[in-house]
Nanobody
């Protein structure tokens, strides 16, 4: 019902910034919880940021707290992850995901966008 496409990744120097975008097509996911995940080579996927459908509560992992912001534009049906003060350890493939059931089970996933932070 919902297709998610990430963009905005790339190569950036440490200390730089990126804004990742996740555009949804098909059915609107404005009433879905959304999240950003990342997975580095050889490591488990981890949830970077999560936001319920109403935006009432936003959760970030400690490693990005204070320098990353998840947001959404319901008109554009797009979710964003603004990342500042990037570090080499932020290097990973970043995925957006959506949860239509408010169960913290993400059933819609994008294809991922690569973020590489050089020293």
């Amino acid at each position: 019902q919902v297709n998610l496409v990430e963009s905005g990744g790339g190569l950036v120097q440490a200390g730089g910034s990126l804004r990742l975008s996740c555009a949804a097509s098909g059915r609107s996911f404005n009433n879905y919880a959304v999240a950003w995940f990342r997975q580095a080579p050889g490591k488990e996927r981890e949830r970077v940021a999560a936001m319920p459908y109403n935006g009432a509560y936003i959760d970030y992992i400690d490693s990005v707290k204070g320098r990353s912001t998840i947001s959404r534009d319901n008109v554009k049906n797009t979710v964003y992850l603004q990342m500042n003060s990037l570090k080499p350890e932020d290097t990973a493939v970043y995925y957006c995901a959506a949860d239509p059931t408010s169960s913290s089970t993400y059933t819609y996933w994008g294809q991922g966008t690569q973020v590489t932070v050089s020293s």
